[in-house]
């Protein structure tokens, strides 16, 4: 390979290269808040489920027990159960109690929601330093930090205010490739098996990419025998880790035999495959055509043992109702494959994981005949498959822009050096700077300003902006002058409402609330007396309504004529009364008789 040669200051790098990884972590996350400190200040919790996090921490640290993860400020009193666990509320909890010591709470939350989404960011930048390292070369690693702070969809799981568990799973994801290239077999091994554990015991997001890590690795046993102690060790810390997490972690209602988070369903398939897998390495036969044959037939017996125990979670894990399913959740756009997005959405967050793919086949290529070519393929597999789930759907664009960066560092590290060194002043600083771009995906985003493709049009623009001003912290703010009630509004706007102001709604975008959402639905779509029974039935007292919302543009194209294409036009029926908000409002609230 091109590399540069080795002095004092390359020796200093390869030395230190954890504490530079972790300076370099720390002015970017000073910079992030400092740059970010309007959404700091205003607790911009951008999406529902940041507010319901924060809901859920701020439910904890109020008394609600550990395990009792239901939250009763969303369709009160009964509330409604989430499928996550307590594993990423214990640094926010921690940073908010730490600042309490300094400062007043109202203050000590947004310190918090600003700091806490960039402390995985260290744990990536670490896991994704030490790929490199092992793969390229000992001084790759700070090309590759740049690339990783270059990928929009990644980072902004990062970012200040971004306090769900996104962040933390990409941190783990990061852990995983890091192990799966490890030379050191049963640490690599034990590496990918927590990481795997605390992913699912965080949530099911990641449970293709941590099968597909399993899945390398058994291929890796059955092609040289002597990786069996790497298996072992994977085995034991998915089942281990997944029976702890469950243990330590799992809330009440995760015991039930639910499909949509690490419950009983899923602790038995780690436990049982961690178990077969062992087992298998244990054996260690020294023909590969028995190991192929011991390895599917394990296969088939978990399958077989899902497929028997567990039949109703061989379709969706969430368990909706048909209605449900095609009226919310077929169109959550974030679970569309990326080829059913606007383009000028799509190009930019495939442009690295394309350029990644082409990166690790050529890091492959390249390695052939030494020893780094396993470590190479593994990685090669797993982007490869981080790829093509952008056919399944668009959210695996943050993980799948994560798992490129190896591959685009290893082009970038033998195409800049180069450039760099090329005798035309042209090419050398033009040449570099095109290259820069290419490699690291950035030119997508810069080509897409230009190109006058799928530009929102003013219709667009209107939906975006009042969608963005409904959840405006001053805006639903101003809704504590009226004493603390149960409020119907759109489920999008529930877990915002309830973050913000005492009062409580009735849904929020969570399947396990699926019959509050489709009471949302039926109320804002059929005709206004059923409305009225419904919200009276909930026990709502006020009615919130944001023009050109973006979910209200579904309740007027499906339901022409309901209940709120009726508001919309200014019928108000007789048992709804205006109240008064302050000046420039976007919202419309409304006293239930």
């Not at 996350?29 to 200040?41: G, K, Q, T």
Request: aromatic share 10%; charged share 15%.
């Amino acid at each position: 390979m091109n590399t540069p040669p080795r002095g004092r200051l390359a020796d200093e790098i390869d030395r230190h290269w954890i504490a530079l990884t972790l300076i370099a972590w720390l002015a970017v996350a000073i910079w992030y808040v400092w740059s970010d400190w309007n959404l700091v200040r205003w607790l911009s919790l951008g999406d529902t489920d940041d507010n319901m996090r924060l809901m859920q921490v701020r439910a904890w640290l109020g008394g609600q027990g550990w395990y009792d993860l239901r939250n009763y400020r969303l369709n009160p009193p009964v509330g409604f159960d989430i499928h996550w666990s307590r594993i990423v509320d214990l640094p926010l909890a921690g940073l908010i109690l730490f600042f309490r010591l300094f400062t007043s709470n109202f203050w000590a939350e947004r310190l918090a929601c600003g700091i806490a989404p960039l402390i995985p960011l260290s744990i990536t930048m670490l896991g994704v330093a030490v790929t490199v390292r092992r793969l390229i070369h000992p001084l790759a690693w700070p090309l590759a930090i740049v690339f990783l702070l270059g990928t929009a969809a990644t980072m902004l799981m990062f970012l200040p205010e971004r306090i769900d568990h996104h962040g933390w799973q990409l941190a783990m994801l990061s852990l995983t490739v890091a192990g799966l290239c490890d030379p050191k077999g049963a640490r690599g091994g034990l590496m990918v098996g927590l990481a795997s554990a605390v992913s699912l015991s965080i949530g099911l997001e990641m449970l293709p990419y941590c099968a597909m890590a399993g899945a390398i690795l058994a291929l890796r046993w059955v092609w040289d025998r002597a990786e069996s102690m790497r298996l072992q060790a994977y085995a034991l810390s998915l089942g281990g880790g997944s029976a702890l997490g469950f243990a330590a972690f799992a809330s009440n209602a995760n015991y039930a035999m639910r499909c949509d988070a690490l419950t009983p369903v899923w602790l038995s398939v780690t436990v049982a495959a961690g178990a077969l897998l062992f087992l298998l390495a244990r054996l260690n036969p020294a023909s590969r055509g028995v190991r192929i044959g011991l390895s599917v037939a394990a296969g088939a017996v978990i399958v077989a043992g899902f497929v028997h125990f567990f039949p109703q979670c061989l379709g969706r894990p969430e368990g909706v109702s048909p209605e449900l399913e095609k009226n919310w959740l077929n169109n959550v756009r974030e679970a569309k494959p990326i080829y059913k997005h606007p383009f000028r959405l799509g190009f930019p967050i495939a442009a690295l994981p394309i350029v990644g793919v082409f990166g690790v086949i050529l890091g492959a290529w390249r390695a052939r005949g030494t020893r780094a070519l396993i470590g190479w393929t593994a990685v090669a597999l797993f982007v490869t498959f981080a790829c093509l789930m952008l056919l399944w759907q668009v959210r695996a664009g943050p993980a799948a822009q994560l798992l490129a960066v190896p591959g685009a560092t290893l082009l970038g590290w033998i195409v800049l050096p180069w450039l760099l060194n090329h005798r035309s002043m042209p090419v050398r600083v033009g040449g570099t700077v095109a290259a820069f771009l290419i490699v690291s995906g950035l030119f997508a985003g810069l080509i897409i300003k230009y190109l006058p493709v799928d530009r929102p049009n003013a219709y667009t623009k209107r939906v975006n902006g009042s969608t963005g001003n409904c959840v405006r912290y001053t805006v639903l703010k101003a809704l504590d002058r009226y004493p603390a009630q149960t409020i119907f509004t759109f489920t999008d706007l529930g877990p915002r409402l309830i973050t913000v102001t005492h009062h409580d709604a009735i849904a929020g975008p969570y399947h396990r609330n699926g019959d509050a959402i489709l009471d949302v639905q039926h109320a804002f779509g059929r005709s206004a007396n059923e409305a009225h029974a419904i919200i009276r039935r909930h026990g709502a007292t006020m009615l919130m309504v944001c023009p050109n919302h973006s979910e209200s543009t579904n309740y007027r194209a499906r339901n022409p004529g309901g209940f709120y294409d009726q508001l919309a036009h200014g019928e108000v029926p007789t048992w709804l009364t205006p109240l008064p908000l302050p000046k420039g409002s976007p919202l419309r609230l409304f006293k239930v008789d």
